[in-house]
């Protein structure tokens, strides 16, 4: 067997699964912040906030941190626990609904359950 068959076995269906998914939706995300920053920038008489900025470097940092996790890095788990704080703490500060403020935290809260049993394997 490769190596990398070995890891996805390791990793299980469900934890590919996860992976898959939040690298998908995470991807989106950044893209659409980055666009709306983009958007709101070249918008006639637009300025460009520093909060979009930010919003669209942690969605980028989230999106890095994911791909470092693919890669059995804990610090890539690290990385985006600081990541999705620091987006609680951005949404709230644009006046998102506390409640769905906190379901950007759902995605992460399962990946860290389906990491737990596997968080030896990680480096």
């Known amino acids: ?5 070995e890891q996805e076995q390791k990793r299980g269906v469900l934890l590919n699964a996860c992976l898959a998914l939040l690298t ?5 995300a950044a893209v659409f912040a980055v666009l709306e920053t983009y958007h709101t920038f070249r918008e006639p008489g637009g300025t460009l906030s520093g909060v979009l900025v930010l919003k669209s470097v942690i969605g980028l940092w989230n999106l890095a941190c994911l791909i470092v996790v693919w890669s059995w890095r804990k610090i890539g ?46 480096t």
């Open 1 to 5: 067997m490769s190596a990398g068959h």
């Open 24 to 28: 998908i939706f995470t991807g989106l």
């Open 77 to 122: 788990v690290f990385g985006l626990l600081a990541g999705v704080v620091a987006l609680f703490g951005v949404n709230l500060f644009l006046g998102v609904p506390l409640g769905l403020s906190m379901a950007g935290f759902s995605g992460t809260v399962v990946l860290l359950i389906l990491l737990k049993p596997k968080w030896t394997l990680l």
